[in-house]
Nanobody, 122 residues
Framework: QVQLVESGGGLVQAGGSLRLSCAASGRSFTSYNMGWFRQAPGKEREFVARIGWRSSLDYADSVQGRFVISRDNAKNTVYLQMNSLKPEDTATYYC????????????????WGQGTQVTVSS
């Protein structure tokens, strides 16, 4: 069982930066593939970025080159550094965990945090 708690959201102007954190509790964090997803009002939850247990990386086209996902296994934490933010990045951001599968599909992630709100003003 893994419990996830996101933090670091807030209000930022377009062009600014934020760093989201996802603290995980439970055993075997290092064996989990971790993902970030986001959901804007009236839209489906969408994939943003993922990092594998061996630190493989993958990004959605919409954030490639602007966002960086990383993990600190000693701290059981995953980060999402968001740069050059745009108003269309406004959403609730969720951290998620899965084990044994490398996937962008949200239905394959077993554990989810409660989400943190990111609002980008123009």
């Amino acid at each position: 069982q893994v419990q996830l708690v996101e933090s670091g959201g807030g209000l930022v102007q377009a062009g600014g930066s934020l760093r989201l954190s996802c603290a995980a509790s439970g055993r075997s964090f290092t064996s989990y593939n971790m993902g970030w997803f986001r959901q804007a009002p009236g839209k489906e939850r969408e994939f943003v970025a993922r990092i594998g247990w061996r630190s493989s990386l993958d990004y959605a086209d919409s954030v490639q080159g602007r966002f960086v996902i990383s993990r600190d296994n000693a701290k059981n934490t995953v980060y999402l550094q968001m740069n050059s933010l745009k108003p269309e990045d406004t959403a609730t951001y969720y951290c998620a965990a899965t084990r044994g599968i490398w996937t962008r599909n949200r239905s394959d992630y077993n554990y989810w945090g409660q989400g943190t709100q990111v609002t980008v003003s123009s």
